[in-house]
């Protein structure tokens, strides 16, 4: 299994949807989770972090996250336009004693106007 | 404004020549990191380091090299060793290596060899 692991899309949702963006990871140990931004060209931007179970909520954007199931998810309302990028999900995995920010591929969002 | 700077944007070698990035920060973070980023994958952890004089190898540390000889700077070299250099390049820091403390970005390095 890998660490990380997202749907590499694309997924395409109608401007004003809902869109919903999934990541699974291995280590069950892994108590940090990112979502990062990157717009075609760019270097990532953070956009939500979530340590606990359960949802956190900043404007649009909901993360997920449900350790038991080793998912961790990212909510986004009333999309538009300028959401279309692609979304990174990163988890901190433990090898030895030694955390890293491990990265997924990345899921690619295109909200269609 | 705090941030990480990154030069240059775009950096083009000839195959066989070693070439240096530049990454600084002054966001007074005692973590850095060297990412690179391949079309349609994710970042994969080249190099990072958790404070001056110290660094440790990532994922994919074969072919590149590092120095940490000042907070502010982790300067990373493309040695000939590495067989398909051509990629996207991302410098970060954080607060500390560890759990919590999310990463932040430079604008990138695209590098391409030929």
């Known amino acids: 299994q890998k660490e990380v692991e997202q749907n590499s899309g694309p997924l395409s949702v109608p401007e004003g949807a809902i869109a919903s963006l999934n990541c699974t990871y291995s280590?069950?140990?892994?108590?940090?989770f990112f979502w990062y931004r990157q717009y075609s060209g760019k270097s990532p931007e953070l956009i939500m972090s979530?340590?606990?179970?359960g949802d956190k909520e900043d404007g649009r954007f909901t993360a997920q996250l449900n350790k038991a199931s080793q998912y961790v998810s990212l909510l986004i309302r009333d999309s538009q336009p300028s959401d279309s990028a692609t979304y990174l999900c990163?988890?901190?995995?433990?090898?030895?004693?030694?955390?890293?920010?491990?990265f997924g591929k990345g899921t690619k969002l295109s909200v269609k106007p | 404004d705090g941030g990480i700077t990154q030069s240059p944007k775009y950096l083009f070698r000839k195959e066989g020549q070693n070439v240096t990035l530049s990454c600084e920060q002054n966001?007074?973070?005692?973590?850095m990191y060297w990412y690179r980023q391949d079309p349609g994958q994710g970042l994969r952890l080249i190099y990072y380091?958790?404070?001056?004089?110290?660094?440790q190898k990532g994922d994919i540390a074969e072919g590149y090299s590092v120095s940490r000889e000042k907070k502010e700077s982790f300067p990373l070299t493309v040695t000939s060793a590495q067989k398909n250099p051509t990629a996207f390049y991302l410098c970060?820091?954080?607060?500390?290596?560890?759990?919590?403390?999310?990463?932040?970005f430079g604008n990138g390095t695209r590098l391409t060899v030929t």
């Open positions: 970060a820091s954080s607060d500390r290596v560890g759990a919590n403390s999310p990463l932040h």
């Open positions: 280590d069950r140990v892994s108590q940090s």
């Open positions: 979530i340590y606990s179970n």
């Open positions: 990163a988890v901190n995995i433990f090898r030895g004693s030694q955390g890293n920010l491990i």
């Open positions: 966001l007074n973070h005692d973590a």
């Open positions: 380091s958790q404070i001056v004089n110290d660094f």
